[in-house]
């Protein structure tokens, strides 16, 4: 399990070396970017979100 701030992560870039460092940034990278875009393609777009409609205030 990963740590929750991606520790593991950390402590295992820390210990690779230089040439290693590049390779696994790089690919961490390109899953985040891949991930944003997922995740970018499960929004609604904003053009077609509805904007809130407030309620009218009713005097008693």
Not at 25 to 41: N, P
């Amino acid at each position: 399990m990963v740590g929750i701030f991606g520790g593991d992560a950390l402590r295992s870039l820390a210990a690779a070396v230089p040439a290693e460092q590049v390779e696994r940034i790089e690919a961490f990278d390109t899953y985040e970017r891949g991930l944003i875009t997922h995740v970018q393609g499960l929004q609604a777009p904003v053009a077609e979100m509805k904007p809130a409609q407030p309620k009218p205030l009713r005097l008693k």
